[in-house]
């Protein structure tokens, strides 16, 4: 009889803090939106590249062997496996960086913007 491989349980409190550890990520399309809208309102639509792109490489790129460099473009193939013992957070700091930058650029337009008249 073939020995039974044992399954490493998902426990709440790890699922809890990869979804936590997600978020920054997700930040990071959502600035990249701001940041397209507020500097050309009227070419709107690029607000939808990042987040396309963003699926289009977390999903589907590791199906079609892309280079590492190439999936780096996602902010999402910077989040680690917080689960794991040796946890390296570097990746996330850098997305955070470029989040805050997103956001303070995208705000910088839309303070230029006349919505007042």
């Known amino acids: ?8 349980r998902v426990r709440f409190g790890d699922a809890l803090l990869q979804a936590v550890a997600t978020v920054p990520a997700v ?8 940041a397209a809208v507020g500097a050309r ?3 709107s639509l690029v607000a939808w590249v990042g987040v396309l792109a963003s699926f289009a490489l977390t999903l589907l ?3 079609f062997g892309l280079d590492d460099w190439v999936l780096g ?3 999402f193939w910077h989040v680690p496996d917080v689960a794991a013992p040796d ?12 989040t805050l930058g997103f956001v303070l650029l995208g705000l910088a337009g839309f303070r230029r ?3 007042a008249r």
Do not use: E, H, K, Y
């Open 1 to 8: 009889m073939p020995r039974r491989r044992r399954r490493r």
């Open 27 to 34: 930040w990071t399309v959502a600035a990249v939106s701001v």
């Open 41 to 43: 309102p009227a070419v």
């Open 61 to 63: 790129g590791p199906t």
């Open 73 to 75: 473009i996602s902010p």
């Open 87 to 98: 946890v390296d957070l570097t990746g996330l700091g850098w997305v955070s960086l470029f």
């Open 113 to 115: 913007r006349d919505l």
